[in-house]
T-cell receptor, first 112, second 112 residues
Framework: NAGVTQTPKFRILKIGQSMTLQCTQD?????MYWYRQDPGMGLKLIYY???????DKGEVPNGYNVSRSTTEDFPLRLELAAPSQTSVYFC???????????FGDGTRLSIL | QKEVEQDPGPLSVPEGAIVSLNCTYS??????FMWYRQYSRKGPELLMY????GNKEDGRFTAQVDKSSKYISLFIRDSQPSDSATYLC????????????FGSGTRLLVRP
């Protein structure tokens, strides 16, 4: 009963490096989301997808890219890491709009 | 002004106490209301999901929504040390909306 799985759990990057945060879900949900969570700031939506091949920007998309080639996977790419991208990143999924979202356990990312 | 306001706490109570957690919001278009529990270094876990005004009970948890006052509450009866976590309220506007707006979370500590 995996739900939403995120890898890696922790990562340290140097400024300017690139990396991909992986997210996969086994609930056959159409909608998938990427959030970042900063202390005292709640969760902010980075990108979302309503199905394979369809993605759109959320509230804070700058510095990130996504793709959705399958229903199960929704990777998040950081191209040129900056200290402001130090955060905890959560992936989530839902069956459709207005339904509760189910979250993974996050990726803690530090950029030094 | 934030769309959703939540007291960050921490709220410290003795075991067995009744806990009241609250959120206020400014957007009268919110229709769907959720409470999530988040343990340290874990993702948010859905506790309660309600539509429009009224009460919903699930075991020791009761969610209340008062749309006229733009105020939602989560009550925890017979609180346990295992309830110690951060509680996040979240809201969605309408039937076709995917956008989940979160409060910043209240940290709860239940003392044995």
């Amino acid at each position: 009963n995996a739900g939403v799985t995120q890898t890696p759990k922790f990562r340290i990057l140097k400024i300017g490096q690139s990396m991909t945060l992986q997210c996969t879900q086994d609930m056959n949900h159409n909608y998938m989301y990427w959030y970042r969570q900063d202390p005292g700031m709640g969760l902010k939506l980075i990108y979302y997808s309503v199905g394979a091949g369809i993605t759109d920007k959320g509230e804070v998309p700058n510095g990130y890219n996504v793709s959705r080639s399958t229903t199960e996977d929704f990777p998040l790419r950081l191209e040129l890491a900056a200290p402001s991208q130090t955060s905890v990143y959560f992936c989530a999924s839902s069956r459709r709009e207005n339904q509760p979202q189910h979250f993974g356990d996050g990726t803690r990312l530090s950029i030094l | 002004q934030k769309e959703v306001e939540q007291d960050p706490g921490p709220l410290s109570v003795p075991e067995g106490a009744i806990v009241s957690l609250n959120c206020t919001y400014s957007n009268s278009a919110f229709q769907y209301f959720m409470w999530y529990r988040q343990y340290s270094r874990k993702g948010p876990e859905l506790l309660m999901y309600t539509y429009s005004s009224g009460n919903k009970e699930d075991g020791r948890f009761t969610a209340q929504v008062d749309k006229s006052s733009k105020y939602i509450s989560l009550f925890i009866r017979d609180s346990q040390p295992s309830d110690s976590a951060t509680y996040l309220c979240a809201m969605i506007e309408g039937d076709s909306s995917y956008k989940l707006i979160f409060g910043s979370g209240t940290r709860l500590l239940v003392r044995p």
